[in-house]
């Protein structure tokens, strides 16, 4: 039903609402998701704590948000329940000074997701970033960019277009896909939190490893650039990229 303004409603004053100063924004969170044993590297131990130019992986992506032009007041790590310890003992050897919070981490990236989020319960309104702890050469235009674009649009993600040619296998063979049409996911993947909350509360979603599937029946997911050298450490090779990327 469309409501009709009547004239007493007209001639009510507007609220005043407090002008908001220039460099304002809303609180921004990140949670780093380092809950991952790294099978498909097949490491004597979990990839984000393999070297990088002579640090931990996961330092290096800490450092990126820890960047003060990106204004994240509350960094939450999640480590695998039984490498808190390990962890520990890296920032103790490098010298770490960056603040952060600890978590366990669950079965799947999901659980870890979620085990982040639930420390972040006491904040009422703000967004959340989600990155891999994985993804250690991520800019901080990436970065920003998901926050600007999920203070308007509620929901963002960093993806990039496939550079190769993409078929779709089946039974009877393969066929060619129309790339132009494709994206590949990145992280940051930068939500309002009340948001992602709600979208983590649905435990049929629990197979799902990105998080803008999770909330993709909640909420349309804006998908803003990212960056092909924001590569995703997962096989032996993508340390080798790494570390040439980084001695750029
Ligand atoms: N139970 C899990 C599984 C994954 N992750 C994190 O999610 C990111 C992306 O996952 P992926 O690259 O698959 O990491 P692993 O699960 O460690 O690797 P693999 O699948 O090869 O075992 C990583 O930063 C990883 O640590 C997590 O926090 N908790
Ligand atoms: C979130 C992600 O990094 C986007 O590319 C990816 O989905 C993680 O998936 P994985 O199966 O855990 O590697």
């Known amino acids: 039903m469309k409501l009709k303004r009547s004239s007493t409603q007209a001639s009510k004053p507007l609220p005043i609402q407090a002008p908001k100063s220039p460099g304002s924004q809303v609180p921004r969170f990140a949670i780093l998701v380092a809950g991952g044993s790294g099978t498909r590297m097949g490491a004597d131990r979990p990839k984000q704590f393999l070297l990088l130019r002579g640090e931990p992986v996961l330092l290096h992506t800490l450092r990126r948000f820890a960047e003060p032009a990106l204004g994240v007041t509350d960094i939450v790590v999640v480590l695998p329940a039984d490498q808190l310890d390990t962890w520990q003992a890296l ?32 904040h009422a309104e703000g967004l959340v970033a989600v990155h891999d702890g994985v993804r250690p050469l991520v800019s901080r235009q990436v970065v920003e960019r998901t926050y600007t674009a999920a203070a308007t649009h509620a929901a963002a993600a960093a993806a ?13 063979g393969s066929a060619a896909q129309n790339r132009s049409r494709l994206r590949l996911m990145q992280t940051p993947q930068t939500f309002e939190i009340d948001l992602l909350r709600r979208a983590y509360a649905m435990p049929e979603l629990a197979s799902f490893t990105d998080d803008a599937t999770v909330v993709d029946d909640l909420c349309r997911v804006q998908l803003v650039d990212g960056d092909y050298r924001n590569l995703k450490i997962t096989t032996p090779e993508d340390l080798v990229v790494a570390e040439a990327l980084l001695a750029q």
């Open 91 to 122: 920032c103790a050897q490098f010298s770490v000074n960056i603040p952060h919070r600890l978590v366990a981490g669950g079965a799947t990236r999901w659980a870890s997701v979620k085990a982040g989020l639930a420390s972040l319960k006491a």
């Open 160 to 172: 990039v277009m496939p550079k190769d040619s993409v078929r779709l296998v089946s039974a009877h």
